[in-house]
């Protein structure tokens, strides 16, 4: 993967353009909001933008598509790695974060009709945006609490139906259907399944 970029001079600079977008976007939301809600929006925006290119492969399977999915996901992912690392806190959640963030850019490099990897960020993000919302609310100073609750129930069932039977079985399928691929892309991204399968117990006891 490093030495394709070395070798693509214009596919560095798309992902730098990609990784300043993030930047500017933070720089720009952060005059408005506090740092966490900067950070909340950004993801956001993140989320949607990769679900709506996700989905755009999926339609038409042309590697255009999957190549602007690449680019949007990889610029987001290294913008909120460099985020962390320039604030860091020693934490468990820290440490899972970055894992997630190498493992993610890892897994939307490999090619997609071997690993399923347009599937498996289309459905990956798309259980995360309700997550958003509930934060966003949550930060409120007057609480609508019955909103909060609905909130909190479609995050549950969006994100543990889709990481745990739906991301679980694209991720077994990858491994499964591999003829000339490797192993390493159902090892790299079984952590990131186990992750997901705690987060979801982990919305369930805050029911």
Excluded at 48 to 53: A, I, N, P, Q, R
Excluded at 90 to 109: E, F, G, R, V
Aim: aromatic share 18%; glycine share 4%.
């Amino acid at each position: 993967m490093i030495l394709q970029l070395l070798n693509n001079p214009v596919q560095i600079l798309n992902y730098y353009f990609s990784n300043m977008f993030f930047n500017t976007l933070h720089k720009i939301l952060n005059k408005k909001f506090n740092t966490k809600l900067t950070n909340n929006f950004t993801a956001l925006t993140h989320a949607v933008g990769s679900t709506l290119l996700a989905g755009n492969y999926l339609l038409n399977k042309e590697m255009s598509s999957y190549n602007a999915l690449k680019i949007f996901s990889s610029g987001y992912f290294i913008y909120d790695f460099l985020l962390l690392l320039k604030h860091w806190e020693p934490k468990t959640l820290n440490y899972a974060y970055l894992y997630h963030h190498c493992a993610s850019i890892y897994l939307i490099h490999q090619n997609p009709e071997i690993y399923y990897t347009g599937h498996m960020f289309f459905f990956a993000e798309l259980s995360n945006i309700p997550t958003y919302f509930v934060y966003y609310f949550q930060k409120q100073k007057q609480k609508n609490h019955k909103l909060i609750k609905k909130l909190k129930y479609l995050q549950f069932f969006m994100y543990s139906i889709i990481r745990v039977p739906i991301l679980g079985k694209i991720l077994l399928d990858g491994f499964v259907k591999r003829k000339e691929g490797s192993y390493i892309p159902f090892l790299v991204g079984t952590p990131v399944f186990l992750m997901g399968l705690t987060w979801s117990k982990k919305l369930f006891d805050k029911l």
